[in-house]
């Protein structure tokens, strides 16, 4: 017998979560599912399971906009991801296809769309949303390259920075010494050529996602 195809969900609205439950036990064959409402039950799952597909939310608190879509690529870049979001404005979509999504998928989008989408990823191939298939890579500014740049480790320390804990707190949860995570500071700090957390944590906020109003 194959193994299971395994998908993880990860968003914090249980109503969507279970609609994508109902789509995808409905539509694919021998699926194992996995969901997570929180950043941090993500990562215990991604430390658990080799998944085939991540259908990550953007919005998903503490997932600082695209830093968590860069983080994940840059640690498990075998696993396709595809963010599904209610945001779905072509920069939005051209951003997340530059930091590595293999897919966009509005959360409007129609079940029927929604999984010809899937198997088309799962099947290799890239997909956008209609009318955006001739969106251009977004070109990353210096900043957004030096972030990107940024060890696997390096880069989870910085949104660890974002989420305010301190040395200590980071070093218990990563099980690191506290000296180790003075040089890790300190190497992030060379790299994105600031010289406090405060001044990283602004330039890690170039990969928030734009919450520009809707003008009517």
């Known amino acids: 017998m194959s193994q299971p195809l395994k998908i993880i969900i990860a968003d914090d609205h249980p109503?969507?979560?279970?609609?994508?439950?109902?789509?995808?036990?409905t539509h694919f064959d021998n699926v194992s599912l996995f969901e997570a409402e929180?950043?941090?039950?993500?990562?215990?799952?991604?430390?658990?399971?080799d998944a085939d597909l991540l259908l990550l939310d953007l919005n998903i608190p503490k997932a600082h906009g695209f830093n968590t879509l860069v983080n994940i690529r840059n640690c498990h870049s075998q696993m396709g991801v595809v963010v599904i979001s209610g945001q779905e404005d072509k920069v939005t979509v051209g951003k997340s296809m530059s930091f590595g999504a293999a897919g966009f998928i509005p959360k409007s989008t129609s079940v029927d769309i929604m999984v010809k989408a899937i198997k088309a990823i799962l099947a290799g191939q890239q997909w956008m949303p209609a009318g955006c298939g001739n969106i251009e890579?977004?070109?990353a500014d210096s900043m957004i390259s030096k972030i990107i740049s940024l060890?696997?480790?390096?880069?989870?320390?910085?949104?660890?920075f974002a989420d305010g804990l301190l040395n200590k707190q980071i070093a218990y949860?990563?099980?690191?010494?506290?000296?180790?995570?003075?040089?890790?500071?300190?190497?992030?700090?060379?790299?994105?050529?600031?010289?406090?957390?405060?001044?990283?944590?602004?330039?890690m906020s170039q990969l928030q996602l734009d919450k520009t109003p809707l003008t009517a």
Do not use: C, W, Y
């Open 15 to 25: 109503l969507f979560r279970q609609a994508l439950v109902n789509i995808l036990t």
């Open 38 to 49: 929180t950043i941090a039950e993500l990562d215990e799952i991604l430390q658990q399971q």
């Open 137 to 139: 890579a977004i070109e």
């Open 151 to 160: 060890s696997p480790r390096q880069h989870r320390i910085l949104m660890m």
């Open 173 to 203: 949860e990563l099980g690191l010494s506290e000296a180790t995570i003075k040089a890790h500071a300190s190497a992030i700090f060379l790299k994105l050529g600031v010289h406090t957390r405060t001044q990283a944590v602004i330039a």
